[in-house]
């Protein structure tokens, strides 16, 4: 599955840390081991009905997207408008497609992307209550309230991406769909990153991964590189596209978020949660996002 990774991005701007110590952590392999599971949520179909011929039935005129209410953050206890804790920082997270012809490797073309080289942090991300977002995550054990009321806090975010889908590849029969994600520490740890996709609140697939660190530049990483997307995720993307009109577009994600969770394997603390709501992008400079944090007033 490619979990969170598909997906996403446009209008508003984009918004948005010795020697003798091993370069791995234990387990000397620096590559992630995965497990699927997957529960269909529609017979034979994607949310929304994707089909052209029930195109129909996605309720063009009252759909209404998902815009956060915000609150008031104090930039003082912020370090910027990135998803960090005090243990913990997500680096870059990326949902892409690529394809190689005859040795040669086109351009990568990015569905979704936030973080890099080129991330401006300077703003303190805005405050939005979660439970403006219960209903579109699952509400079982091991969904978004069960893991906010067990905490940390601090480690909840919420990102809405607008989705750059015109990508140039002609013929995307054999392009690579992957999802990348890069975390940063200050602490040698084992972690784990569940990516789960959900449709109309229900879990619909989920993706785990475990990650050993390795040392760089004075700090801990944790690199999952090019993990491939499921099946699942790279027919959404494809029945997605096929669309005529953007409202259409928007209409099926409106009921599409990805919730993706990192975990210290050994003491199955909760590192980060990273809730991920989807529109289409219209903006000629592609994918763009906004970072918020998460409480509870």
């Not at 992307?113 to 939005?128: C, F, I, K, R």
Request: charged content about 20%.
């Amino acid at each position: 599955m490619s979990s969170a990774q598909i997906v996403s991005a446009s209008a508003i701007h984009n918004k948005g840390g010795i020697g003798g110590m091993p370069l791995y952590g234990p387990g000397a392999k620096n590559r992630a081991s995965v497990s699927i599971t997957s529960q269909p949520v529609w017979p034979q179909t994607f949310p929304g009905h994707l089909d052209h011929q029930e195109t129909e039935n996605i309720k063009p005129f009252i759909s209404q997207m998902f815009t956060p209410q915000c609150g008031q953050v104090a930039a003082a206890s912020w370090e910027g408008c990135c998803i960090r804790t005090s243990k913990i920082r997500l680096v870059e997270f990326s949902a892409f497609m690529d394809q190689q012809v005859d040795s040669y490797a086109c351009p990568k073309h990015l569905f979704v992307h936030l973080g890099g080289s080129s991330a401006d942090y300077s703003e303190p991300p805005e405050a939005v209550d979660i439970r403006q977002i219960y209903d579109k995550f699952p509400e079982k054990k091991g969904g978004l309230r069960d893991l906010y009321e067990k905490g940390p806090q601090p480690a909840f975010f919420l990102v809405k991406f607008w989705a750059d889908l015109n990508s140039e590849v002609q013929d995307e029969s054999g392009a690579f769909y992957g999802v990348t994600s890069i975390f940063e520490s200050s602490e040698n740890m084992t972690i784990t990153c569940s990516t789960k996709v959900c449709s109309f609140g229900k879990q619909v697939v989920e993706k785990v991964e475990t990650e050993y660190a390795r040392f760089e530049n004075g700090r801990f990483v944790y690199r999952i590189h090019r993990s491939p997307m499921c099946d699942y995720m790279v027919n959404f993307v494809h029945k997605l596209k096929q669309l005529p009109e953007k409202y259409m577009m928007n209409s099926v994600l409106e009921n599409f978020t990805v919730l993706q969770v990192v975990t210290n394997r050994d003491t199955q603390e909760t590192l980060l949660c990273v809730a991920l709501v989807f529109e289409v992008s219209t903006s000629e400079h592609g994918a763009q996002h906004h970072i918020y944090r998460l409480v509870k007033d």
